[in-house]
């Protein structure tokens, strides 16, 4: 603290002796939810029943089956409104908590004590928030591509951490992994590569595999003293090979944090902790998309792009904004009632969702899920280290041996500099609102890509059938053509159904409506009349595979789904039936 908000000896005491006491809100908060609540049961994919916890509530609504999402998030929120009243009391004591620490250290407010603390101002702060605000756009195409993939009429808020599509069938040995990673890596240079292939493969930083008794997720840790530890918990997919390459950008962060500082000088800020693991998984998942020949795996690995940057740029901004409006309105005299802070809630999260995403009343109370709230200001560094990572990665890819010394600098900093200066020797200045912009232009990219991918007939569906298919149409020009240029042919105008009518005993039918975004919402059918369909639109996930099917008359394809009629006037389906 500098001298203006130092307080006299007698005072520091004081606040030193009622730290605890003061603290206390998330420790209730934590026992209240994960030892009391009890959120009820409901049947699992299997179906049989399964207790929902606030620890399992995600891992429910990234089901593929619907009804269990649902029933997962009207089951939680309905407990969590049971409690509002205790939440809400709870967290404007933790709200007031902190503008009063405040108002004693001579800050202008809370925001203020607290961006201090992490030696930035709140214009960073705001600056986030415009800028992603402004970017929101963006995130609306992607929930827009998102309703589409999973076929839904209307996109709910259980329907948004669904799967866009299975595993796939990769798997990665660890030792498959490791030197997934460090192939990443050979473009930091000498140094950097040799310091973690010796930690990986000969000084044990890594505890691998589960084990009975293991904590789950992963993490890395370490000290001047020792050398960086890294927790897995590695079970051979693209994921883990991800998660390995982020503890390991953690790991080296350290190592070259406590090499070239003192050890009062070695431990690096929050603010630029996720900078060096989140360029790591950029550089992976980018290299591994200029590399790999499978398409399933190319769009895998976009999906995974695009959850990034929707959960750690655009979701955690929410909540940054969430609380800045908390704390100041606290600030003003508002009392934090259940009824205003649901209100405010629900208002931005109608906001970030865009009008096309059914935003569920119940989502109002979502807040009090989120313990990061009781550690005031934290969230929105989480968004700034993506923007900066992003930020690095492009001046990386772009500029090579050239800008990689200046990031290698950049991790020698440890704590030597402020964030903002460290940052500043890797040529990134957080207080330049471009820093966001351009993290909200990857993130664009990757939807595009993904809808690119999605255009080229991700799982192989330009087979012989769809080339058929052009051939009926009358359309062998566009045989063979970039995928995208065929769907423009067939899906903008060029074949409508006064070009396709001459199709002998054809009955033409255009279904749906092309948007400014993606141009793969039409599909053109023509039913011939002796009940057989021909189609070129919507099945770019490549599962109607109906060729062992007899007896059929009638075909329709969208994304996750092939129903077929027989001539018996049965029906067969295969696929999600996610309606």
């Given at each position: 603290l ?43 994919e ?26 997962a ?57 415009n ?24 996109l ?8 866009l ?37 000969e ?6 595999y ?7 997720g ?12 890294i ?32 050890p ?43 959850e ?9 901004t929410?909540?940054?904004e ?10 003003k ?40 709230f ?32 200046q ?10 500099k ?14 330049d ?25 991700a ?6 059938g769809?080339?058929?298919t ?26 409508d ?15 749906g ?5 993606y141009?793969?919402?039409?599909a053109?059918e ?36 092939t ?17």
């Amino acid at each position: 603290l500098d001298k203006e908000h130092t307080l006299s000896d007698e005072c520091e005491i004081l606040m030193s002796k009622i730290q605890d006491a003061m603290g206390s809100h998330s420790g209730i908060r934590s026992i209240f939810t994960n030892s009391d609540l009890r959120f009820g049961k409901i049947r699992g994919e299997d179906g049989k029943k399964v207790e929902i916890t606030d620890t399992n509530y995600v891992a429910h609504l990234m089901s593929g089956e619907r009804r269990g999402r649902k029933a997962a998030f009207e089951c939680t929120y309905k407990t969590y409104e049971q409690f509002a009243n205790t939440f809400a009391n709870l967290y404007e004591a933790r709200v007031k908590e902190a503008t009063t620490r405040a108002k004693i250290r001579n800050y202008a407010d809370s925001i203020t004590a607290s961006t201090a603390h992490d030696e930035v101002t709140p214009v960073i702060y705001n600056n986030l928030i415009n800028s992603v605000n402004a970017g929101l756009p963006v995130l609306y195409e992607y929930y827009d591509l998102k309703k589409e993939i999973l076929g839904l009429s209307n996109l709910h808020l259980y329907d948004i951490y669904a799967p866009l599509m299975g595993e796939i069938e990769s798997e990665y040995t660890y030792e498959e992994a490791v030197e997934e990673v460090l192939e990443t890596v050979k473009i930091y240079g000498d140094e950097y590569y040799n310091a973690l292939r010796a930690g990986l493969t000969e000084k044990g930083w890594v505890d691998v595999y589960p084990s009975r008794g293991k904590r789950g997720g992963a993490f890395s840790s370490g000290t001047p003293d020792t050398e960086p530890y890294i927790l897995l918990n590695y079970k051979e997919t693209l994921d883990d090979v991800s998660t390995l390459a982020h503890e390991a950008g953690h790991s080296m962060h350290t190592w070259f944090s406590t090499h070239y500082n003192e050890p009062h000088n070695s431990n690096y800020t929050i603010f630029v902790a996720e900078v060096a693991s989140t360029v790591n998984e950029l550089l992976l998942f980018h290299r591994k998309l200029r590399e790999c020949t499978d398409d399933n795996e190319k769009l895998y690995i976009l999906n995974q792009l695009m959850e990034t940057y929707k959960g750690t740029l655009y979701r955690q901004t929410m909540f940054a904004e969430f609380e800045r409006d908390m704390h100041a309105m606290s600030e003003k005299g508002t009392p934090l009632t259940a009824d205003v802070v649901n209100k405010h809630y629900y208002k931005l999260v109608k906001k970030y969702f865009g009008r096309d995403v059914a935003v569920d009343k119940q989502i109002s109370m979502e807040w009090m899920r989120i313990p990061h709230f009781y550690s005031s200001f934290y969230v929105y560094k989480y968004a700034t280290c993506i923007s900066a990572a992003s930020a690095i990665v492009k001046r990386i890819e772009n500029e090579g041996d050239a800008y990689v010394n200046q990031y290698i600098d950049f991790l020698k900093c440890g704590g030597s500099k402020s964030p903002l200066d460290s940052l500043l020797v890797a040529g990134i200045d957080m207080r330049d609102p471009s820093v966001v912009n351009g993290a909200i232009e990857d993130f664009k990219s990757a939807v595009v890509g993904a809808i690119g991918k999605l255009v080229s007939f991700a799982n192989g569906v330009r087979n012989s059938g769809f080339d058929q298919t052009l051939k009926t149409l009358g359309r062998e020009d566009l045989i063979n053509k970039d995928p995208e240029e065929v769907l423009d042919a067939l899906i903008m105008g060029e074949v409508d159904a006064k070009d396709i009518s001459t199709l002998e005993d054809g009955r033409i039918k255009v279904v749906g409506e092309p948007t400014d975004l993606y141009k793969i919402k039409t599909a053109i059918e023509a039913a011939k009349a002796d009940g057989t369909v021909i189609a070129a639109g919507n099945n770019y996930y490549g599962q109607c595979n109906v060729s062992g099917w007899k007896d059929i008359v009638a075909v329709s394809a969208g994304f996750y789904h092939t129903v077929a009629l027989k001539s018996d006037g049965t029906v067969v389906a295969v696929g999600a039936n996610y309606d």
